[in-house]
């Protein structure tokens, strides 16, 4: 205690000390944290419709499964506070997520590569999700392109035949209520017409088997079915065409 008081002269001798062990205890988990965080390098032969750039994600390999444990807290986290906000997710995206994933059987194998995914969805995607939903929305057509942009990053980020791999893990269920949005939404909506180069999942075929498999999980059937009833009571009038295709880089292994 006298040792922390002196560096901290200010502070009591017992408060000072305990002030420094919080600091050793925040530094460990920051690094523990760091452990996986997620490394991102530019990926030039995307050319998206914003200012932001693409980025391609690689996850850093993870000495224990404890670091993973924490990055899967943080990401339940960040699904229960989307869930506060209802009013900004007239869907109930969130609360669909939170169903699918409890009720899914969902695998740990490939773990680290779909917490990558994971936070893929919530850095690049969940932010332009609102452009199709909200009825005042700043640059609409530039945020329908970019997430064209983020669609193909998904593809190539995908392994299949689920999103991580061989088993069903948290990534399918965090983004297949999405999908149900942007498969109700952008053909009708915003000119993503089927069998045109405009289709959702024109030359993106991991998604498109990923996409027809989970029809097959009762879960994700049930879901799928309610999302269509609530985008149809959404009665969205404020769609505009947005074609992509001719900004697209599409991806090596689409056919």
């Given at each position: ?43 030039p032969g995307y050319r998206c419709g914003t200012s932001a750039p693409s980025l391609a994600r690689r996850i850093v ?191 090596k292994h689409a056919p």
């Open positions: 205690p006298m040792q922390a008081a002196k560096l901290l002269p200010s502070t009591p001798p017992m408060l000072a000390l305990l002030l420094l062990l919080g600091a050793a205890e925040a530094a460990r988990a920051f690094a523990t944290t760091h452990d996986i965080h997620i490394q991102g390098q530019f990926q390999p993870c000495p224990s499964s404890d670091s993973n444990r924490l990055h899967a807290s943080i990401l339940a986290s960040r699904t229960t506070a989307m869930c506060s906000t209802a009013s900004d997710d007239p869907l109930q995206l969130s609360l669909r997520r939170e169903q699918l994933l409890k009720e899914l059987a969902t695998t740990s194998a490939e773990e680290e590569r779909a917490l990558a995914l994971c936070d893929l969805y919530y850095e690049n995607i969940a932010p332009l999700e609102p452009a199709i939903w909200e009825p005042e929305y700043d640059d609409r057509e530039a945020a329908i392109r970019e997430l064209s942009c983020q669609l193909d990053r998904l593809e190539v980020a995908a392994t299949g035949p689920m999103l991580a791999g061989r088993q069903i893990s948290r990534a399918d269920g965090l983004l297949f209520p999405s999908m149900c949005v942007l498969w109700h939404t952008l053909p009708r909506h915003f000119g993503w017409l089927p069998w045109t180069e405009e289709a959702i999942f024109y030359k993106r075929p991991r998604l498109h088997a990923w996409w027809e498999l989970m029809q097959f999980e009762d879960p994700a059937a049930k879901v799928a079915e309610e999302l269509l009833s609530d985008v149809e009571a959404l009665s969205i009038d404020w769609g505009v065409p947005v074609p992509t295709s001719h900004i697209r880089t599409l991806p």
